[in-house]
């Protein structure tokens, strides 16, 4: 029989020493609040479309098809409509092509009335916004060069995309144009971007009523027509809810 010396287990000891002290908890503050981004195949917001749809056909009531998808919620009249939505737009970018299809289209620092980026974007033009290995932005004009001399933003300070009046914008990632509320640039940590630690994602804010303006305008999607019809009416969220097909 032959036995093992107790020298060979001290390292095995002395791994699992380490591992419980790196497991071990720190001390330390607990957030107040969070902030969850998302986004997915589909217009960015709400329950699945046709998921919802065949419920509906089904014969499932509103209040039903809301209980399935939301769990442990209630459904309930909320006492205000909300005054606007965040819409994600695109996730884990390195570079973001902004284009002005009609009218101009200005980039602000800080907020959407902050200091302007250069110059308005003219009609025909397009720029880039691209992620810096130091978490700021790069904004190149169409002609490739660094607008402003410097670096744009941070984490902490977005940039805006603003096209007021009869201006329209197209994001090239997006594959869409915009010409209704305002678009804000987020710069997050990341490994998904490659060699820089840092994502950008977009983000639309707009009015609900301008949202449901760009539902009737998807072909796509399975009631477009009678959403066309009623677009007109002042938007109440009990009456998308009523209806039997996806809200």
């Not at 917001?45 to 098809?65: D, E, N, R, T, V």
């Not at 995309?161 to 678009?183: F, L, W």
Request: one cysteine or more; hydrophobic letters at 35%.
């Amino acid at each position: 029989m032959t036995h093992r010396s107790p020298k060979r287990r001290a390292p095995a000891f002395l791994a699992l020493a380490l591992a419980l002290s790196v497991l071990s908890p720190a001390t330390s503050s607990a957030a107040t609040s969070f902030t969850f981004y998302g986004s997915g195949y589909g217009h960015g917001l709400g329950l699945p479309q046709w998921g919802a749809y065949g419920l509906a056909l089904k014969g499932w009531s509103h209040q039903k098809i809301l209980g399935h998808f939301y769990k442990s919620t209630k459904v309930a009249t909320a006492p205000s409509s909300p005054g606007r939505l965040r819409i994600g737009l695109v996730q884990t970018a390195k570079t973001v092509h902004v284009s002005s299809v009609q009218g101009s289209v200005e980039l602000h620092v800080g907020s959407t009335g902050g200091t302007l980026i250069g110059r308005a974007i003219k009609q025909g033009e397009t720029w880039r916004v691209l992620v810096d290995g130091s978490g700021r932005y790069r904004v190149l004009n169409g002609a490739g060069k660094m607008v402003g001399g410097h670096l744009w933003g941070s984490t902490k300070v977005n940039i805006y995309a603003v096209y007021a009046g009869s201006g329209k914008v197209r994001v090239s990632e997006a594959g869409h144009t915009y010409n209704r509320g305002y678009i804000e640039f987020n710069l997050y940590p990341s490994k998904a971007c490659s060699k820089v630690a840092y994502c950008e994602r977009l983000i639309i804010v707009l009015k609900p009523q301008s949202y449901l303006f760009g539902l009737a305008e998807v072909p796509s999607f399975p009631a477009a027509g009678r959403w066309r019809l009623s677009r007109r009416r002042p938007w109440r969220r009990e009456r998308t809810h009523s209806r039997r097909w996806p809200a």
